[in-house]
Every structure is written in structure tokens, then in C-alpha cells.
């Protein structure tokens, strides 16, 4: 089936500090990652994406990562700031236009 | 740019009736929209893909007589909750496809319901 699992849930840093959520996935079928940022009350933003032909992409302090072989791909935010706070969420399009969220994390950044 | 609109932002309700909500692409033309809900600290769940011209393809245990959905333009589709009960209550965000054969999703503001 199509599955999505993400970790952590919750997740506290220090400003300043990075900060790295994982996602695991079923399908190796599977060929567009996006990472999405939702604050409270408010739409899904894309921050950034990865497609299945490419290892790693990077955009200021936000990266992610894509293993294929492993099924896994994560997200890297380094020199955080409050405004960072917010509750992350992965998705796979599994080849159907269709994306599958993962369970999101919830991010704090301590000042 | 790609901005999705959504109309209401939040409704209230009485148990029974039926709430439409609308979600407009303003500035392309969608062929395909999807239509989710997220509960109070949950992720998205998919409800349904909405493809302009023909009728929805829903998610596996999404009633389709309950969560009508009518995509008659490539810029506008709306779902409407029939019947609503206290369970129904959520948030509702819908998003769409800019591209023919693009994969990212632009997502609406979402649509909060409370049904009393």
C-alpha cells in the first residue's frame, strides 16, 4: 500500500541549531517529495521539493535529502529562527497525482 | 503565480443542513483539484481528486452522497456537505494542479466548519 511515516512528531531546538525530520515511505515507485509548512489555522506552504532523479536539493537553510534506495528522505533546516515554528509535513506523490501526508512534526524553536 | 482561493473561510452550522464551500484557482486554470480534511492536530486526509468535466474519484471510506463534489470549470470546484452531523466538523482545504502532468499542489486557505 501507499504508505508515509514521519518522525519525530515533536521536535524543540535552540535558535541557532538545525534541525532534521525524516520520512520513510513504501512504494519505490515513488518519484516527487515535497516538504510542506503550516502554521496554525493556515494552508499547507511548499518549501521545498525533491524529485526521484536527484539526491539532494537546497534552497538558503532549507535541504532535503532523498536515499531511493532506502525509501527515505529528510528534511534539514539549519540556523533556525522563531518564525520556523510551525508543524511540518512530508508527501509522496506515489506515480498517481496523488500526495499521501505524512503525520506532520510539530517544530518549536526555543529562543 | 499559482493562488487558490476558498469560500468560506469558516461556516457554522445546524445539524442537517447542507454547507457548499468553494474553491477557485484565481490565477490559472486547474483541470484537477483535491479536496481534504484535517482534524485538530492530524495530518491531511485526501477525500476526493475533483477533475474538471467528469465526476470526482473518491478516497476509500468517503461517502460520495455525503461529500458532493462538481467541478464545472477549470477554475472553480466546489464540495458540498449534505446532511451535516457534529462529526463533520474539520477543516476543509482543497488544492489544485496548476499544470497538466504537474505534481505540485497549491493549496486553498482552508474552510473551517462547526456543525452545532
Known amino acids: 500500500g501507499e504508505n508515509v511515516e514521519q518522525h519525530p512528531s515533536t521536535l524543540s531546538v535552540q535558535e541557532g541549531d538545525s534541525a532534521v525530520i525524516k520520512c520513510t515511505y513504501s512504494?519505490?515507485?515513488?518519484?516527487?517529495f515535497p516538504w510542506y509548512k503550516q502554521e496554525l489555522g493556515k494552508r499547507p506552504q511548499l518549501i521545498i521539493d525533491i524529485r526521484s532523479n536527484v539526491g539532494e536539493k537546497k534552497d538558503q537553510r532549507i535541504a532535503v535529502t532523498l536515499n531511493k534506495t532506502a525509501k527515505h528522505f529528510s528534511l534539514h533546516i539549519t540556523e533556525t529562527q522563531p518564525e520556523d515554528s510551525a508543524v511540518y509535513f512530508c508527501?509522496?506523490?506515489?506515480?498517481?497525482?496523488?500526495?499521501?501526508f505524512g503525520t506532520g512534526t510539530r517544530l518549536t524553536i526555543i529562543p | 503565480g499559482a493562488v487558490v482561493s476558498q469560500h468560506p473561510s469558516r461556516v457554522i452550522c445546524k445539524s442537517g443542513t447542507s454547507v457548499k464551500i468553494e474553491c477557485r484557482s484565481l490565477d490559472f486554470q486547474a483541470t484537477t483539484m483535491f479536496w481534504y480534511r484535517q482534524f485538530p492536530k492530524k495530518s491531511l486526509m485526501l477525500m476526493a481528486t475533483s477533475n474538471e468535466g467528469s465526476k470526482a474519484t473518491y478516497e476509500q471510506g468517503v461517502e460520495k452522497d455525503k461529500f458532493l463534489i462538481n467541478h464545472a470549470s477549470l477554475t472553480l470546484s466546489t464540495l458540498t456537505v449534505t446532511s451535516a452531523h457534529p462529526e463533520d466538523s474539520s477543516f476543509y482545504i482543497c488544492?489544485?494542479?496548476?499544470?497538466?502532468?504537474?505534481?505540485?499542489?497549491?493549496f486553498g486557505p482552508g474552510t473551517r466548519l462547526l456543525v452545532l
Open positions: 508527501a509522496v506523490n506515489f506515480g498517481n497525482e496523488k500526495l499521501t
Open positions: 488544492s489544485a494542479l496548476r499544470d497538466a502532468g504537474s505534481e505540485t499542489q497549491y
Open positions: 512504494d519505490s515507485a515513488s518519484n516527487y
